[in-house]
């Protein structure tokens, strides 16, 4: 029965001059066919890691010339594929790519085992690019306007997500009426639950909420002035190690106590984490911290303390600046053996405030030349929702989103994935 399968198709392929595949990649054409033309052909497939499961199939159909019997694609490191003939000129492929390493790929097609290709399509084998959007609520209440650019963030960037370091102060501000603390509750709430947001925590160690937790505030150790009664613009790293506790678990249970989950990724105020507020927040079961500033990008506070202490503290961060564990008793290092269970994702986008959009794009552009990776990256930015955030401001996080988004994995445009911080983590695992 076998041989005379193979007999017939002997014969078939004799009759009709169906020829037989050639195991040697063919010519690339010097531009391809006007006839060629792809469907669901991507030009970047991701590699998997903890986040995400990647992209090891390549399932396509491609349009060949009218002569085109039989189409052989080709791509280096795996065996030549017949394609299979779906309609007059139509041709479908669905083929492992999983065993390819890293790089870019020309895939050629041939048409009826020609030694020349009718086409070349270029792809990419790379690691994802992870673009961080985040929010810091430096105060009590955004206002509506803030709340209503970002929801016109989320229908103009559909698969974006945010995390928002949200404001425990919101609720122990007297100011701040309990219906408009509903109304913000149910705001991000929505922001979780439909838009697949996260709510971290942001803390300015505002008095009204230093004293709710039971501690003294303090006042005196500004990063703008020489004294702040209301605690906003005081150095997190005044409080030692068991007071950052204490606020840690004091937002914690308000956190709860609103519906809002237990938070568990954090940027400090004004960037001021040092050691004891790592170490606190990793005691308290924190997966990722934000506060490594990108320090060079905040150059209007040059004359301030802020910019001193972020130089001093976060010196080795900047633009391509990418995650790591760091030791236990260095922010900045890493520490084989003794270094903290907690991520940290550095900053290096900064916030939106404090660079235009031609110096945010090019630090997008100086974590991602165009060509693949081997490693996942990160780029984290950001910016400030407030009573005054502006349309320009508005404007310049559009224009970068934008801008990222020419280079979705979604569309096969690029390795660009949008993700929560605490998602992140799971492509950096503890080594």
Not at 12 to 25: M, T, V
Not at 62 to 88: N, S, W
Not at 225 to 251: C, E, P, R, W
Not at 305 to 312: D, R
Request: hydrophobic fraction near 40%; glycine fraction near 6%; charge should be negative.
């Amino acid at each position: 029965m076998r041989t005379w399968a193979l007999g017939v198709t002997i014969v078939l392929s004799a009759c009709f001059g169906i020829p037989d595949q050639k195991p040697d990649r063919p010519n690339a054409p010097e531009a391809n066919d006007p006839a060629f033309a792809s469907n669901g052909l991507k030009a970047w497939y991701l590699i998997a890691d903890g986040a995400q499961r990647g992209e090891d199939q390549m399932t396509f159909t491609i349009t060949a010339p009218e002569d085109a019997d039989v189409v052989d694609a080709y791509i280096p490191g795996l065996p030549p594929v017949r394609m299979t003939k779906q309609g007059e000129h139509t041709f479908s492929m669905d083929v492992s790519i999983a065993s390819l390493a890293v790089g870019s790929y020309d895939l050629l097609f041939s048409a009826n085992a020609s030694d020349d290709a009718f086409a070349k399509f270029t792809f990419n084998r790379s690691a994802a690019y992870y673009v961080l959007v985040s929010t810091d609520y430096d105060f009590s209440d955004c206002g509506n306007g803030s709340l209503q650019y970002m929801d016109r963030l989320h229908m103009d960037h559909p698969g974006m997500v945010i995390t928002h370091f949200w404001a425990p102060y919101t609720y122990t501000d007297p100011a701040v009426t309990a219906e408009r603390r509903d109304e913000l509750d149910v705001w991000i709430k929505t922001q979780r639950d439909m838009f697949h947001d996260e709510i971290g925590l942001h803390i300015h160690p505002y008095c009204t909420f230093v004293v709710a937790a039971g501690l003294t505030c303090i006042t005196d150790q500004s990063v703008v002035y020489a004294s702040d009664t209301s605690g906003y613009t005081i150095k997190l790293a005044a409080y030692g190690m068991q007071s950052m506790s204490t606020l840690l678990q004091k937002a914690a249970a308000i956190f709860n106590e609103r519906g809002l989950g237990t938070p568990k990724t954090f940027r400090a105020g004004a960037w001021t984490a040092d050691i004891n507020v790592l170490q606190a927040l990793d005691a308290n079961g924190y997966v990722a911290d934000t506060s490594a500033l990108n320090w060079a990008r905040i150059e209007e506070w040059a004359r301030t303390e802020l910019y001193n202490w972020t130089k001093t503290n976060w010196s080795t961060i900047g633009d391509t600046s990418q995650p790591y564990y760091p030791s236990e008793s260095d922010p900045q290092a890493t520490t084989p053996g003794a270094n903290l269970a907690m991520l940290e994702v550095p900053d290096n986008g900064v916030m939106i405030d404090y660079v235009s959009l031609v110096e945010m794009n090019a630090i997008f552009d100086a974590n991602f030349d165009g060509t693949p990776f081997a490693n996942p990256k990160t780029l984290m930015m950001g910016f400030h929702p407030a009573m005054q955030f502006t349309e320009d401001e508005y404007s310049r996080v559009n224009g970068f989103l934008k801008y990222a988004d020419e280079h979705l994995a979604s569309k096969g445009t690029g390795p660009v994935v949008y993700i929560t911080l605490s998602d992140v983590t799971k492509a950096f695992p503890v080594p």
